[in-house]
C-alpha cells in the first residue's frame, strides 16, 4: 500500500507527458468518432499527437487530410507517420515536402510492413529501411523524427542485439526518440531500456501503451507483432466479451498499473495507441494526475484570487 501510494503522489506531484495515436477514418462515421476523440483527449496538453498510416500507404491520403486539419483547427501538435513500403524515394520524399510546406515539422519514420503480409520487399526505388528514411528526411528538412523500438524484439529481426543496432542506426541518422510497440510486463521494457544503454542508445525511448478495448483483438495481433501476453491478463479478461463496463475497468486498471510502475522506474512519458477511442485514455490519464489543461487554469486562476482577498 505504501508503494502505492508514494507511486500516486509521484505523479500528482510530477505528472508524466504524454502523446496520443489515431489512424485516419475510412468512413463519414469513424471521422465523428475521430474527431470526438481529439476533442476529448486535446484539454490534456499531449506532447504531440500521431497519425497512422496504412499496409502499403493504404491510408496515404487520409493520413495527409487528418494531419492537416489536426493542425489546422487544433492547437495539438500533429505526427504524421510516414514508411518505406511501395513507394520510390522521390514519392516519399515528396510526401514529407508537402507536410513540411503544410508547417507539419514531426514525422515518425517506420520500415512498414507489406500490404499482404509477408516478408518486407522495398521498392527497387525505395528505402531499404527505416534508417534511411530517416536520412533521406533529414537531407530535406529539420524534422523531428520518432522511430520504432521492440523490446520483444522485431519479428524480422535476426537477434535482439541485431534489432537493438538497428535501433541505434535510426537514431544515429538523425532521429530524436524512439516510441516502443506495446508491451504489458514491466521487466520486459526496463530489460530493453538496459540494453539499449548498454549499446550505446542514449535517445529517449518512449514506452507505447496499449489500453485494451477488445482482448481478443489484442491476442490476434500480439502473434502477428511478437508481443507477449501474459498468462494473468488472460485470467482477468475471460469472460468478460459481454461485459463491456467491467472490461473498461479492468483495462484501466492494467494500463494504469503498468504506467505507475514504469513511472516509478524513472519513466517520465507514454505514447498511448488509443484506436480512436477516447474514453479510456482519458481516464488512464487522470489516473496518473494528468489534469485537463482548462481544469488547471481555472484551479490555478482560483487559487489567485483567494490569495489576494
Request: a negative charge; hydrophobic letters at 40%; charged letters at 25%.
Amino acid at each position: 500500500m505504501a508503494y502505492r501510494i508514494e507511486t500516486l503522489e509521484r505523479c500528482f506531484r510530477r505528472p508524466p507527458k504524454v502523446s496520443f495515436e489515431f489512424f485516419p477514418p475510412r468512413n463519414d462515421a469513424m471521422e465523428r468518432t475521430l474527431w470526438r476523440s481529439i476533442e476529448m483527449l486535446q484539454p490534456y496538453a499531449p506532447h504531440f499527437v500521431s497519425v497512422t498510416y496504412g499496409a502499403g500507404g493504404s491510408t496515404r491520403e487520409r493520413t495527409h487530410e487528418t494531419v492537416c486539419r489536426i493542425n489546422r483547427e487544433t492547437p495539438l501538435t500533429p505526427a504524421a507517420h510516414l514508411t518505406c513500403v511501395a513507394a520510390s524515394k522521390d514519392e516519399v520524399l515528396e510526401i514529407a515536402r508537402r507536410y513540411h510546406e503544410a508547417g507539419i515539422t514531426h514525422i515518425v519514420a517506420l520500415r512498414g510492413d507489406m500490404p499482404e503480409g509477408g516478408a518486407f520487399q522495398p521498392h527497387p526505388d525505395g528505402f531499404r529501411n527505416a534508417a534511411e528514411l530517416v536520412e533521406g528526411l533529414r537531407g530535406i528538412a529539420d524534422f523531428d523524427i520518432s522511430v520504432a523500438a521492440h523490446p520483444e524484439t522485431h519479428p524480422d529481426a535476426c537477434s535482439q542485439d541485431a534489432d537493438i543496432d538497428n535501433l541505434r542506426r535510426k537514431l544515429d541518422a538523425g532521429a530524436s526518440r524512439a516510441i516502443t510497440q506495446y508491451f504489458f510486463d514491466v521487466e520486459t521494457f526496463l530489460r530493453f531500456r538496459d540494453r539499449a544503454a548498454a549499446a550505446g542508445v542514449n535517445a529517449p525511448i518512449v514506452p507505447g501503451i496499449l489500453p485494451v478495448t477488445n482482448f481478443e483483438q489484442v491476442v490476434n495481433f500480439s502473434k502477428r507483432c511478437g508481443a507477449s501476453i501474459p498468462a494473468w491478463m488472460t485470467r482477468l479478461f475471460a469472460d468478460l466479451d459481454d461485459d463491456p463496463d467491467t472490461r473498461q475497468l479492468v483495462a484501466a486498471g492494467v494500463a494504469v498499473e503498468l504506467c505507475h510502475a514504469l513511472h516509478a522506474e524513472g519513466v517520465e512519458e507514454f505514447h498511448f495507441y488509443t484506436l480512436n477511442r477516447a474514453q479510456l485514455t482519458v481516464a488512464i490519464c487522470r489516473m496518473l494526475g494528468i489534469r485537463p489543461a482548462a481544469k488547471v487554469a481555472g484551479a490555478a486562476m482560483g487559487a489567485e484570487m483567494a490569495a489576494s482577498a
